[in-house]
Nanobody, 121 residues
Framework: QVQLVESGGGLVQPGGSLRLSCTAS????????MGWYRQAPGKQRDLVAV???????NYADSVRGRFTISRDNAKNTVYLQMNSLKPEDTAVYYC???????????????WGQGTQVTISS
């Protein structure tokens, strides 16, 4: 069984910073990509940033230049450094990983439980 455990959410004022962390544990053979999605009330879940094996990254236009995604492959951990936060960044942030549990398996999507990020004065 694979688990993704997130931490680092909270309440911060506009212009502030937060750092989210997500660690994958359990039976893991290979991780292809790890990333972050977010879902605001009444809206769909959207990609925020993704880091793929090989080092490539992608960001949503709304966060590019403010957020930075990074990975520690030895720890199966992905981070999201969020700077210059805006009220519109308020959402539940979900960690996602595309992984396979053993050599012969296919890659599957795994999700964390979500962490609330609230930007408000």
């Amino acid at each position: 069984q694979v688990q993704l455990v997130e931490s680092g959410g909270g309440l911060v004022q506009p212009g502030g910073s937060l750092r989210l962390s997500c660690t994958a544990s359990g039976r893991i053979f290979s991780i292809n990509a790890m990333g972050w999605y977010r879902q605001a009330p009444g809206k769909q879940r959207d990609l925020v940033a993704v880091s793929r094996s090989g080092g490539s990254t992608n960001y949503a236009d709304s966060v590019r230049g403010r957020f930075t995604i990074s990975r520690d492959n030895a720890k199966n951990t992905v981070y999201l450094q969020m700077n210059s936060l805006k009220p519109e960044d308020t959402a539940v942030y979900y960690c996602n990983a595309v992984m396979k549990s053993y050599m012969g398996s296919a890659y599957s999507d795994y999700w964390g439980q979500g962490t609330q990020v609230t930007i408000s004065s």
